[in-house]
């Protein structure tokens, strides 16, 4: 698992130190290494145009050899899609994204986005949030170990179609979302095992936890 800190609101420490060990490679993206600074963690890579990194932190990460990728200001592809494609190139099966949503709403929906750009590529992706876990679902997926959590599902697509869900409190069969329409926010998951099919086109699944995530 490749983790990839970015630069929205900072993650719980807790939640920080525990994915980060269980990651195989770090990788901060600009104000991101902030945060792994803070928490004792050295990322394997910093990559961002280091306009959000106290200069100390800089120097520090230099001095222990960690690996910068330096970006110009002004380009077309934000810190965190940079450190995604970085994780891709890598060589990334999953990917966990810390920091990805904050009081910049444009930036979390487009780190959102970025969840596309991965299943494109093959690779597993989410974001976490303190209390929550940001995925796609094209296909067919099982959820597990989440019985009493609040999920959401929002189409990323303009229209998707054949939706079923089981294990759930609102079963659906065989049914359609399409954007401007979201009847799908705030189901409960009912069992052990839920299950979740889509025939064509992407969800988002947004799972809210009773408490932080660990």
Partial sequence: MVLIVS??????????KSRAEAAGLVIAADRGGWY???AGILPCLLVGDIDSLPPAVLDDFTARGVEIVRLERDKDATDTQVALEEAIRRGAGRIEILGAIGTRFDHSLA???LLALAQGAGVEACILSGRQRLFLIHGSYELRDARGCTISFLPLDSEVR????????????????ELGRPYGVSNVVKESVARI??????????????????
């Fill in 197 to 214: 099919c889509v025939r064509r086109g992407r969800l988002l699944a947004v799972v809210t936890a009773a408490g932080e995530l660990a």
């Fill in 36 to 38: 792994c600074w803070k």
């Fill in 111 to 113: 780190n959102v986005h």
């Fill in 7 to 16: 630069g929205g609101d900072p993650p719980p420490k807790r939640l920080l």
């Fill in 162 to 177: 054949g939706i079923s869900l089981s294990g759930f409190v609102f079963e659906l069969k065989d049914a359609d979302m």
